[in-house]
């Protein structure tokens, strides 16, 4: 037998008012699977806030240690050049001429690196299994995880009120 619950909903609005009802009622939600982000229903289910920033501080830094490295050595160590009358015999009389580079690299590496978290973290990377209870929820439906361990109510009060919040179907696995 099964042990959990997935509410289908069609729309947004009714998803967010049908889980602020279920918590309130002391049912603990698992996930909730939608198309598009719902602003507000994570403190409502209890998702802790992500640590995704310091993934892309980690990575901005990264890019930044790189560009100015290769910076260095490419303009002042391997191939000094005299670009303008400017000598290039320190990186830090130069440093103002390569902000631009430091700043674009530094984004590039950020952008890159959080792609991959991204798909690391969602499990969408080809040949990963993503945990989606219902296709439909990639276009249309939204769906609410709920596990019957642990819960205030029983599997038929449970359903009954995941009718009353105006699911439109109720599937059990």
């Not at 160590?77 to 303008?84: F, H, K, Q, T």
């Not at 580079?101 to 690391?120: K, P, S």
């Not at 973290?121 to 990963?128: A, E, H, I, S, Y």
Request: hydrophobic content about 45%; proline content about 6%.
């Amino acid at each position: 037998m099964g042990n959990t619950i997935y509410a289908l909903y069609n729309d947004d609005h009714v998803v967010y008012e049908g889980a602020k009802k279920l918590v309130k009622k002391g049912v603990k939600i698992k996930d909730v699977f939608s198309p598009f982000p719902i602003h507000g229903i994570d403190p409502i289910i209890g998702v802790r806030k992500t640590r995704l920033a310091i993934c892309a501080f980690i990575y901005g830094l990264s890019g930044m240690s790189l560009a100015i490295l290769g910076m260095w050595y490419f303009m002042i160590e391997d191939w000094p050049m005299n670009i303008g009358g400017k000598p290039n015999y320190t990186l830090l009389q130069n440093l103002p001429a390569f902000v631009p580079v430091i700043f674009e690299i530094t984004v590039l590496c950020t952008a890159h690196g959080m792609i991959l978290t991204y798909f690391l973290r969602n499990k969408t990377l080809p040949g990963m299994k993503a945990k989606n209870p219902d296709p439909r929820t990639t276009d249309d439906m939204f769906a609410v995880e709920i596990e019957l361990d642990h819960q205030p109510l029983n599997e038929e009060e449970l359903v009954a009120y995941l009718k009353e919040t105006g699911a439109v179907e109720i599937n059990k696995r």
